[in-house]
Structures are given as C-alpha cells and as structure tokens.
C-alpha cells in the first residue's frame, strides 16, 4: 500500500510559477515498473493526464504543458514534483497525483491550484 500526499497548490497570478509535491508514504522508486502522473481537474471537466515519469525517468505531458511544466523526482525524499511555469487561467484546477503499478493504483487527496488575477 502507498499513500501520497500532495502539497504546494494555491493562488497565483497568470504567468507566476508553482512547484507542487507528491510525497509518498514509502518509497516507490524501488519498484521496477511503475508511473507517477500528475492530473488535474476543473469544474465540470473530466480529469486529464498533465504529465508523468516512469520508473526509466521518461517523462510525458500533456500538450497544452509542454514547455511550461516539469515533473521530477526525488528518490531520497519519495517525493514526486511538478514544477508549473508560465500559469495561465486554463490551469486552474484540482491537481492529482498517481501512482500505478501493473496491478495497482493509488491516489492522493488532491491539491487546488488557482490560477487568477
């Protein structure tokens, strides 16, 4: 069993910056096979991959990102990061974190991201 916390959202003004962290309640990068995704939803929108890393450290984002975020990890901290760039109003959402393995899936209780003038 993992747990994961998320931590970091708030209200930022559009083009300010955000790192938010996914802590892991053991760690996870001893896994062979894994992925951490970082997901997001707004209001009335279905929850979207934003981006993820594997356990070979490929990563992946969504397009409308790309460029502006960055997922990371930090082994020694069991934490997985998502440094956001560039904000603009359409990130405003609900940011999840994701662990999953071949057979297993868990979530945190998500963090509110705000992105407003």
């Known amino acids: 069993q993992v747990q994961l916390v998320e931590s970091g959202g708030g209200l930022v003004q559009p083009g300010g910056s955000l790192r938010l962290s996914c802590v892991a309640s053991r760690s996870i990068f001893i896994f062979s096979i894994y992925t951490v995704g970082w997901y997001r939803q707004a209001p009335g929108k279905q929850r979207e991959l934003v981006a993820a890393i594997t356990n070979s450290g490929s990563t992946n984002y969504a397009d409308s990102v790309k460029g502006r975020f960055t997922i990371s990890g930090d082994n020694a901290k069991n934490t997985v990061y998502l440094q956001m760039n560039s904000l603009k109003p359409e990130d405003t959402a609900l940011y999840y974190c994701?662990?999953?393995?071949?057979?297993?899936?868990?979530w945190g209780q998500g963090t509110q991201v705000t992105v407003a003038s």
């Open positions: 994701n662990f999953k393995r071949v057979s297993y899936s868990a």
